[in-house]
Antibody, heavy 117, light 110 residues
């Protein structure tokens, strides 16, 4: 069974940093594009960042570019999101998902990030 | 900045058919945008319905179908059921690794 388990969410002050993790199991992690998506309270989904399987290329939404870094450790089947210079508007439930054909396939249950101002 | 547009809300009668759309603020949606669709009920993670315009994700019933209609991507639900009442989001690939979600459509079945 494909599983994605996010962790690392917490309450942090504005300007602070946090690292999210997503532990993957049940599929060939190293061969999949991986993605972070977030959802602010009461709002819609927002694509945040993606990382290629082949060359490790990374891609970011304009709202997080320069502040967030997506990375992966294929030896640990784990995806990461390093979040720096956090702002109140980064408060959200953060999901990781594996990607098939430019779409999300399987989703985790999410981890909550709250940024206090 | 390109915005992905969806109807904010829609309603359908039980057993009826509804088509939700997904457009671009500038330009037309094409298969190269690899439209995908997601269903989300309150308090739950999204569920993938459709990818690559019209491919159904594993376990998705065939009453959900995707297409391009005119200059927009479309999700059609035939024989709507009560548990189809959810938020529906589309996602478009805009090139250079960038994807953008639409604002979502709240579907009511009544």
């Amino acid at each position: 069974e494909v599983q994605l388990l996010e962790s690392g969410g917490n309450l942090v002050q504005s300007g602070g940093s946090l690292r999210l993790s997503c532990a993957a199991s049940g599929f060939a992690f190293s061969t999949y594009v991986m993605t972070w998506v977030r959802q602010a309270p009461g709002k819609g989904l927002e694509w945040v960042a993606g990382i290629s399987a082949i060359d490790g290329g990374t891609y970011y939404a304009d709202s997080v570019k320069g502040r967030f870094t997506i990375s992966r450790d294929n030896s640990k089947n784990t995806l990461y999101l390093q979040m720096n210079s956090l702002r109140a508007e980064d408060t959200a439930l953060y999901y990781c998902a594996n990607s098939v054909s430019y779409a999300m396939d399987v989703w985790g249950q999410g981890t909550t990030v709250t940024v206090s101002s | 900045q390109t915005v992905v547009t969806q109807e904010p809300s829609f309603s359908v009668s039980p057993g009826g058919t509804v088509t939700l759309t997904c457009g671009l603020s500038s330009g037309s949606v094409a298969t190269g945008n690899n439209p995908s669709w997601y269903q989300q009920t309150p308090g739950r993670a999204p569920r993938t319905l459709i990818y690559n315009t019209n491919a159904r994700s594993s376990g998705v019933p065939d009453r959900f179908s995707g297409s391009i209609v005119g200059n927009k991507a479309a999700l059609t639900i035939t024989g709507a059921q009560a548990d189809d009442e959810s938020d529906y989001y589309c996602l478009l690939y805009l090139g250079s690794g960038i994807r953008v979600f639409g604002g979502g459509t709240k579907l009511t079945v009544l």
